[in-house]
């Protein structure tokens, strides 16, 4: 059975970091590339960043890419993924969340898959 544990998320001031966790079972990391994923209120889910599964390479959505406040890593022995968040922004806020994935061209898609997890609040205030 699948399932997607995503951790880390909670309020943080502006300028600040986050480092989110993805906990996966149910498949090896070593077989399908994963991504995350946010969603702010009100808006369609977006794709942020795919690591491939064959190698570390990561793929960028063209917003992450021209922010450079983003980067993700995986560990295979703890078939885990991260994300990191730097210089976190009020518009950074949203629930974040980890899901297989594509890259086509400037975007990062959903790949096929079973659901989604409960994801992991962020929230940038002041």
Request: hydrophobic share 35%.
């Amino acid at each position: 059975q699948v399932q997607l544990v995503e951790s880390g998320g909670q309020m943080v001031e502006p300028g600040g970091s986050l480092r989110l966790s993805c906990v996966v079972s149910g498949f090896s990391l070593e077989k399908y590339p994963m991504g995350w994923f946010r969603q702010a209120p009100g808006a369609e889910r977006q794709g942020i960043l795919c690591i491939s599964s064959t190698d570390d390479t990561v793929h960028y959505a063209s917003f992450a890419l021209a922010e450079g406040r983003f980067s993700m890593t995986r560990d295979k022995s703890k078939n885990t993924v991260y994300l990191e968040l730097n210089n976190l922004k009020p518009e950074d806020t949203a629930t974040y969340y980890c899901q297989l994935c594509n890259w086509v061209g400037p975007r990062i898609v959903p790949g096929p898959h079973a659901g989604w997890g409960v994801g992991t609040q962020v929230t940038v205030s002041s």
